[in-house]
């Protein structure tokens, strides 16, 4: 996945890897699915049998791509099987490894275009990468290029993760570093805020867990004059922060306003009249797999099978009954098998950029819950308190 810049025919070969992980691991997966509770054991039962009569519904009935079909059934089954998988340290240290890796490889391009590349070099890299179908290369102001290829979406959560991994604390901040200014070059918005977000929130998780400031608060919120002067501290520093962070917000979005949301609404548009086609489709999809053949005034999706609104095309294929209970299924997962409020947290963070994305379904997201399970299963069998590593 971190390699497929340069080296495009690794894509080939991921999903196939992500299968032998799991082929490998059946012993363990069968000890861990019998140890789960019957509620557990009944909703994946549920599950593996709605997606084998929606991908028989998929090839027979409405005669959709093969291969494309056994896609999305392997994803959206593993994307449940990943919570029996076991655990492993070598899991969350080999994703980080490979994510400095990708890192350190944007880094080193942005200042080879910089310093020796120009304009028409950067130019011809831009055609050539997405000639290739890796990604894309570009510039605003020809001093920074957002170097936006394939790869790219672990940067934000495998940063995250650097933050509790990884106990040296020299080491700690040589990686998220590279890591954090990995995911800048990569030039998604939704990345930094997915990062912004994360840390927002662990504040405010951190701030109400201790005990000195819960007792300050009660004091604090029985004085109203305090908490007046509190509330206008409060309002003073996010107007600061809202006026100096203004203008960049403002230039991204009149930029997006011009293609990229309006592509966004135009998937919408096209995915759901799909799906609303018939009382059939509403209900059990246009089976998994399924193509929209419309040229739009912003895209060809004949072929397509990537949208940046992964979430509504899945949608479009299972129909809104699966749909619901997948959801419900992966959310209780995440309830019973992850214990730890961070761990829900850095997910979260993950779900927030890839919404937006073309990452909630797809083999990313399974990597990412891999390493998030390994990492919640690691604190948890040996009693670390993952709330206070950073």
């Given amino acids: 996945m971190t390699r497929q810049f340069p080296f495009i025919q690794l894509s080939k070969i991921i999903s196939l890897s992500l299968i032998f992980i799991f082929v490998f691991s059946?012993?363990?997966?069968?000890?861990?699915?019998?140890?789960?509770?019957?509620?557990?054991?009944?909703?994946?039962?549920?599950?593996?049998?709605?997606?084998?009569?929606?991908?028989?519904?998929?090839?027979?009935?409405?005669?959709?791509?093969?291969?494309?079909?056994?896609?999305?059934?392997?994803?959206?089954?593993?994307?449940?099987?990943?919570?029996?998988?076991?655990?492993?340290?070598?899991?969350?240290?080999?994703?980080?490894?490979?994510?400095?890796?990708?890192?350190?490889?944007?880094?080193?391009?942005?200042?080879?275009?910089?310093?020796?590349?120009?304009?028409?070099?950067?130019?011809?890299?831009?055609?050539?990468?997405?000639?290739?179908?890796?990604?894309?290369?570009?510039?605003?102001?020809?001093?920074?290029?957002?170097?936006?290829?394939?790869?790219?979406?672990?940067?934000?959560?495998?940063?995250?993760?650097?933050?509790?991994?990884?106990?040296?604390?020299?080491?700690?901040?040589?990686?998220?570093?590279?890591?954090?200014?990995?995911?800048?070059?990569?030039?998604?918005?939704?990345?930094?805020?997915?990062?912004?977000?994360?840390?927002?929130?662990?504040?405010?998780?951190?701030f109400f867990l201790n005990a000195r400031v819960v007792a300050f608060l009660k004091t604090l919120f029985g004085n109203k004059k305090r908490?007046?002067?509190?509330?206008?501290?409060?309002?003073?520093?996010?107007?600061?922060?809202?006026i100096l962070i203004y203008p960049y917000i403002k230039e991204v979005l009149v930029r997006k306003m011009e293609y990229s949301i309006p592509t966004r609404f135009d998937q919408v548009s096209h995915l759901l009249n799909d799906l609303v086609e018939s009382p059939i489709t509403f209900l059990f999809g246009q089976g998994l797999g399924n193509i929209i053949y419309v040229i739009s005034d912003y895209r060809d999706y004949r072929n397509a099978y990537y949208f940046e609104l992964q979430t509504i095309y899945v949608l479009n294929q299972v129909g809104i009954l699966y749909f619901i209970l997948f959801l419900v299924t992966k959310i209780i997962f995440i309830i019973k098998f992850w214990r730890n409020k961070i761990t829900f947290l850095i997910y979260l963070s993950y779900v927030l950029y890839a919404f937006t994305n073309p990452y909630l379904f797809d083999t990313t997201n399974i990597i990412v819950l891999i390493v998030v399970s390994s990492l919640n299963k690691l604190y948890l069998k040996e009693g670390k308190n993952i709330e206070s590593k950073i």
């Fill in 26 to 206: 059946v012993p363990f997966l069968l000890k861990n699915f019998w140890k789960c509770s019957k509620q557990i054991k009944f909703l994946f039962i549920v599950n593996a049998v709605c997606l084998t009569v929606l991908l028989i519904y998929s090839i027979v009935i409405e005669k959709n791509n093969l291969s494309l079909a056994v896609r999305f059934f392997t994803i959206l089954f593993l994307m449940l099987m990943v919570f029996f998988l076991p655990g492993k340290k070598s899991y969350v240290n080999i994703f980080i490894l490979l994510s400095l890796l990708h890192s350190v490889v944007l880094i080193i391009f942005e200042i080879y275009i910089l310093v020796f590349g120009g304009p028409d070099f950067a130019e011809y890299i831009r055609t050539k990468v997405m000639t290739l179908g890796m990604g894309d290369i570009y510039t605003y102001n020809q001093y920074f290029y957002r170097i936006q290829i394939k790869g790219n979406p672990i940067l934000p959560i495998a940063f995250i993760v650097s933050l509790f991994a990884i106990q040296s604390k020299r080491i700690k901040f040589a990686a998220a570093s590279l890591l954090f200014v990995g995911t800048i070059v990569a030039g998604n918005l939704a990345f930094i805020l997915a990062i912004v977000f994360f840390f927002g929130m662990y504040g405010v998780i951190l």
């Fill in 227 to 242: 908490v007046i002067m509190l509330t206008c501290l409060l309002v003073a520093i996010l107007a600061a922060a809202g």
